[in-house]
């Protein structure tokens, strides 16, 4: 399973425990994904999350504020086939669409949060997926 595809799996996964109003989602997951839900959780983005060694399940325990989902929206900015690198310049004009975008670089995971970096280290990459945050 690729990247792309164990990203579209856990986003789904969270968007239908959204939409259903749910204290938990559930997804299959990878080393990748675990890494990722690793960051979310130090930004605060979800509750936290525990692995199920046995069944390679993932239970995710999502993050509401004033009863709305705090992710108002995920996308996903790649797919197995078309995958969409940016360079430096070119991630300015993502930051602008979302509240945080999340590329991956020959350095690792770079988020919006240090979109100066990118032009710091002279660095772009295959930009992964954007989120929009609530917050009243």
């Known amino acids: 399973m690729g990247v792309a595809d164990i990203l579209t ?3 789904v996964s969270i968007k239908v425990a959204y939409s259903n109003k749910q204290k938990y989602a559930y997804s ?7 890494e990722l839900l690793h960051i979310f959780f130090k930004q605060e983005f979800i509750e936290g999350y525990t692995i ?15 009863s709305k989902p705090l992710i108002h929206t995920i996308d996903l900015l790649t797919s197995p ?7 430096c310049l070119n991630l300015k004009k993502v930051a602008k669409q979302y509240d945080y975008f ?6 690792g995971f770079i988020f919006s949060e240090n979109v100066d ?3 710091e280290i002279k660095i772009g990459g295959q930009l992964l997926f954007g989120l929009k945050i609530y917050l009243d």
Not at 81 to 87: D, G, Q, V
């Open 9 to 11: 799996y856990l986003f």
């Open 28 to 34: 299959r997951y990878n080393t990748f994904c675990l």
């Open 52 to 66: 199920d060694f046995i069944n390679k399940k993932v239970k995710i325990k999502l993050k509401y504020y004033n």
């Open 81 to 87: 086939s078309l995958k969409n690198y940016l360079n």
């Open 102 to 107: 999340y590329v991956f670089t020959t350095k």
């Open 117 to 119: 970096l990118f032009k």
